[in-house]
């Protein structure tokens, strides 16, 4: 995953795109582990947790290659 990634969340439902993938420094993120940010119209800034992916993937959609 890149920032700028399109996806989509909640099992495919919901369009988002990646706004950051938190690696590392997850108290400056407010976080306790990784996972990405993603920008969603119906919920604005979603952060997803990497314990997540397994049960509710992100689905790659399109990624902008300049």
Do not use: C, Y
Request: charged fraction near 20%; avoid cysteine; hydrophobic fraction near 40%.
């Amino acid at each position: 995953m890149k920032i700028g990634d399109s996806v989509l969340i909640e099992h495919g439902r919901t369009p988002g795109t990646i706004t950051e993938v938190i690696e590392s420094q997850f108290k400056q993120w407010n976080v306790d582990e990784p996972g990405v940010m993603i920008k969603s119209a119906p919920f604005g800034l979603v952060f997803l947790p990497v314990s997540t992916f397994n049960e509710d993937p992100i689905v790659f959609v399109s990624r902008n290659e300049i």
